[in-house]
């Protein structure tokens, strides 16, 4: 790997008796912003993204602070297609929402952790109404859900494989009915309930009423605490995701899907070990925040991380996305698509020792999530 002897933009902020113009200094998003004004529509403003990253990086801000501008970014191509949508229904007579709503992001964007490449994870709550006009208040918000989703699927942003969008009856209910659904889910220790919860509960008002998504935080953080059976099946689950290590302590992947012998999957055997292990310790000890780097913290304060622990997970989750978006980068300039794959004979020795040191890291988080001791 090449090591690019670049200037930053910083070091020109006192190279001259006084200091230069802000835009000056701020000339390579200033370029990016300027080349956006000219995307007129959601797919040139989606593709546009790498543009932002790109000059994100000549301002030598860190990757996990890029992730957070991608998610950022994405959640502003989810309110306009949100808003084209309940334009064209009031044009076509549907009228406006019959009551208030909110729509979530849910995963990665939940916790503005997305890379490049995200596809579609949403839900979305309806404030509380009778029995009697769910034809009618449904059927509006399956439309809104329908036309918002497609918008989003036209500008990059791919429908879900797993149908997890609101579109969909499962990610589209009432307040009552989110915080009935997860009290019944969480009475009991079943695979299927666990794996939906952990798409569900890493989640962010996007647009709407925010109060409800209060409310709907609020009802989890008072509920996971006593869901011991449910929390003991998603701590089975981690060793579903094992991370990037032989049992000899060194780096390897699990081969599944591999495009060569020496790609790693980084982002399913490193980034989301870590983000279901914090996860995990933030549902035991009740942190709300959903962001992982925040979560780390928080769980220090409770008493269930060191200082420590926390600041050796939040570097080695700094380092994988930084990893993870360079390699997304290449590929990208290369006709690819970004993904969660990087190749370890890319890497320098240092970032290689980092790398298993990290992986070890994790691996740690995994087993006292598991245990659920420190």
């Known amino acids: 790997m090449q090591l690019l002897h670049r200037a930053s933009p910083w070091r020109e902020l006192f190279a001259g008796d006084t200091p230069p113009a802000s835009a000056t200094l701020l000339a390579p998003l200033c370029e990016a912003l300027d080349e956006l004004e000219l995307a007129t529509d959601l797919p040139a403003a989606h593709a546009w993204q790498p543009r932002l990253v790109e000059a994100l990086e000549r301002l030598d801000l860190p990757a996990w602070r890029i992730s957070q501008l991608i998610s950022d970014h994405n959640e502003l191509l989810y309110r306009r297609a949100i808003l084209l949508s309940l334009n064209e229904m009031q044009g076509q007579g549907w009228g406006k929402p019959p009551v208030e709503f909110c729509v979530l992001t849910l995963g990665s964007a939940g916790r503005h952790e997305s890379l490049l490449g995200p596809d579609q994870d949403n839900a979305m709550i309806v404030a509380d109404y009778p029995d009697a006009r769910h034809t009618e208040i449904d059927g509006f918000f399956q439309a809104l859900g329908e036309r918002f989703t497609a918008r989003l699927d036209e500008a990059g942003i791919p429908l879900c494989n797993g149908h997890v969008m609101a579109r969909w009856p499962m990610w589209r209910k009432r307040l009552s009915e989110w915080c009935e659904q997860l009290t019944l889910w969480t009475q009991e220790r079943r695979v299927k309930r666990v794996q939906q919860s952990n798409i569900l509960l890493d989640f962010h008002p996007a647009f709407g009423d925010a109060a409800l998504a209060d409310a709907l935080a609020e009802h989890v953080r008072l509920i996971m605490p006593r869901a011991s059976l449910f929390l003991d099946e998603m701590a089975q689950l981690l060793d579903e995701l094992p991370v990037a290590l032989d049992r000899f302590g060194r780096l390897a992947g699990d081969g599944d899907g591999a495009p060569h012998e020496n790609a790693l999957n980084l982002k399913r055997q490193g980034l989301l070990p870590l983000v279901n292990a914090v996860r995990l310790l933030a549902l035991r000890h009740g942190v709300s925040v959903p962001d992982t780097r925040l979560r780390l913290p928080a769980l220090v304060l409770k008493g269930a991380l060191t200082a420590q622990q926390a ?19 290449v ?43 420190r």
Request: charge should be positive.
């Open 331 to 373: 590929s990208l300039k290369a006709g690819g698509a970004p993904d969660g794959w990087v190749d370890a004979t890319r890497l320098e020795e240092d970032q290689r020792l980092l790398l298993r040191h990290d992986m070890q890291v994790i691996r740690r988080l995994v087993r006292m999530a598991q245990s659920g001791r």
């Open 311 to 329: 600041r050796a997970g939040i570097a080695a989750f700094d380092r994988l996305q930084e990893l993870l978006l360079q390699a997304q980068l």
